[in-house]
């Protein structure tokens, strides 16, 4: 308890049932001239961004509509996000997604102030200034990007995710409102919930968990576990939707302030090479890699194992830590995700470049577990 650390969340977060209100009050008192709106055309169209807008126009909130960003947001999005947000001569960016829109709007509010290339933000903690202020609404509950200081990026050219991390990216405003992941896909609902398991999961085991950040993983754990199910199952089911909220924000906070690990390093290339769902890919990989971090950490997870709501009360550490294991593939497969990296197009003479741009990752120094070159071609092989 005499360690010290820097924790970083957002100076104020809005979680629960009908906050969009509250949201567009603080809008209001901000007085900003012109609200720059980040947002993709499939939330456009199904009309939730107009639940945020009509909100605005109530209170006479000036505002403008980028939503051109794509899965897996890629540089040119952000240039063309950047190049709107100055000809419109916008002074705040509100977000209105899942991880995507989350992800280039912080990129597009780095550059606003930092200038130059989003490429040459990839790393920790590269940029200088402070972003444009965002407010930063999840219409999913995976990514928890409104409350981390993380961002990624694609490469189109060289075909990689860069991971940025940086706390000048960190939203001034984060909005989880279950009202707005009400209705979502049940495909999405599972990939989303996978994501926010993984980040907690990975938070725990990571090198550099501390107290605080464990307590927080396992409280996420513990909510996925009781609640993916029953929001993929329906819907329309508030309370689990509202669980999965607060998880995902509470898994977020936890990973943003101690690291993930090689699920996240390995996951994005999927993503890189062949355009994968971050979430899908995270899922499919969980298990297989947590298999290989376990040796590292056999205590950590017989406690997922319990968070999990497994009974662990008269089997060895070793048997529980076996059994978070089961817990996770059938919690993967009830949901509806994929067996393998097989099915997302993965290709077999893809590993090897795969696996060195994975170590290459700034997410795999966090891992329990050193992984070679060797391990990580084994890891996607094993994964197929």
Known sequence: MLEKRRIYLPPLSLVGPGVI????????????????????????????????????????????????????????????????????????????????????????????????????????????????????????????????????????????????????????????????????????????????????????????????????????????????????ADGNNLEARSKMAWAQFIAGQAFSNCGLGFVHSAAHQLGGLYNTPHGVANAVLLPHIERFNLPACPDKFAKIAQSMGVNIEDMTEMEAAESALEAISKLSKDVGIPSGIGELGAKREDFELMAKNALADVCTGGNPKEVTLEDAIAIYEISM
Not at 40 to 56: H, R, S
Not at 84 to 103: A, H, K, M, R, V
Not at 115 to 144: L, Q, R
Not at 159 to 186: F, G, Q, R, T
Request: proline residues 2%; hydrophobic residues 40%.
């Open 21 to 232: 209100s509250d949201l567009v009050l603080e809008l209001k008192e901000l007085e900003c001239a012109k609200v720059f709106i980040v947002t993709d055309k499939i939330l456009n169209e199904l009309g939730v961004v107009t639940k945020v807008t009509q909100l605005m126009d109530q209170e006479t909130i000036s505002y403008c509509i980028f939503d051109e960003v794509q899965a897996n947001p890629t540089c040119a999005n952000v240039e063309k996000g950047l190049a709107l947000f100055n000809s419109e001569q916008c002074d705040y960016i509100l977000t209105i997604g899942g991880g995507s829109p989350q992800d280039c709007g912080k990129a597009i509010g780095i550059l606003s102030t930092n200038g130059g290339d989003i490429k040459d933000y990839e790393g920790i903690h590269i940029s200088k200034k402070k972003s444009t202020p965002i407010a930063a609404i999840n219409t999913t509950a995976g990514t928890a990007s409104e409350v981390t200081i993380n961002y990624v990026i694609t490469d189109e050219v060289r075909k990689v995710k860069m991971v940025m991390v940086d706390k000048n990216c960190l939203v001034s405003i984060a909005v989880n409102d279950p009202e707005l992941m009400l209705n979502k896909p049940a495909a999405l609902t599972a990939a989303t919930g996978m994501d926010a398991l993984t980040h907690a999961i990975e938070a725990y085991v990571t090198a550099g968990a501390f107290h605080w950040s464990d307590h927080m993983a396992l409280y996420a754990i513990q909510l996925i576990s009781e609640s993916l199910r029953d929001a993929v």
